[in-house]
């Protein structure tokens, strides 16, 4: 039930995080599975797309050594991820006047994952094909760019969420932290 009222977008997730529960639990189911998802999306479109992986032709790699390499580096990124995204929520919560409160923050912000799991193909994706390489080698690929869309929109409800039951302030400011907060990492990956 709390996986369902995550995507439907409820606050009860980030009410049940921040509460005195078992929820630490989650944070790292949460984030292994993400980053495990990641991972297997970037193995099979290496393999469906049959690119080079420095150098190597992707036929000359084993597939458990291809999907546990990914697997492991998605997990990586998963973490690094969390705990960036993490420190910009806070700064963003300290900024419209909220108290913080980074450890709340932390276990609340990884029921914010699943969110982005619609997104990932989008993302897995461009990590494999160059730039100019035609997408439809992969499947359904006609479906990565909506589905990045409805990730970042429902990212943005859930933040706003998350915002209001952990930092106590009034929707307008969980709004004005969500918007700082999307337009900062736009702005960051314009730089990219």
Known sequence: MLLADLFLLRDSPYRYASGPSISPLW?????????SFYGYLVALFQKTAGVAIHGYAVEQISSTILFGGNIIAGILISLFFHGGVTLLVWLMARGVGGPGLLALLYRTSAFLLPLAL???PYLAAKSVLPEGDPEHLLPLSGLYLPLAVYSLLSLGVGLFQMFRV???????????????????????????
């Not at 944070?27 to 980053?35: F, H, R, S």
């Not at 930092?167 to 932290?177: G, K």
């Open 166 to 192: 952990t930092q106590q302030v009034t929707p307008l400011r969980c709004a004005i932290a969500v918007f700082l907060l999307l337009f900062f990492s736009y702005g960051v990956f314009l730089l990219v």
């Open 118 to 120: 619609p997104a990932l």
């Open 27 to 35: 944070m790292p189911l949460l984030l292994i599975a993400t980053g």
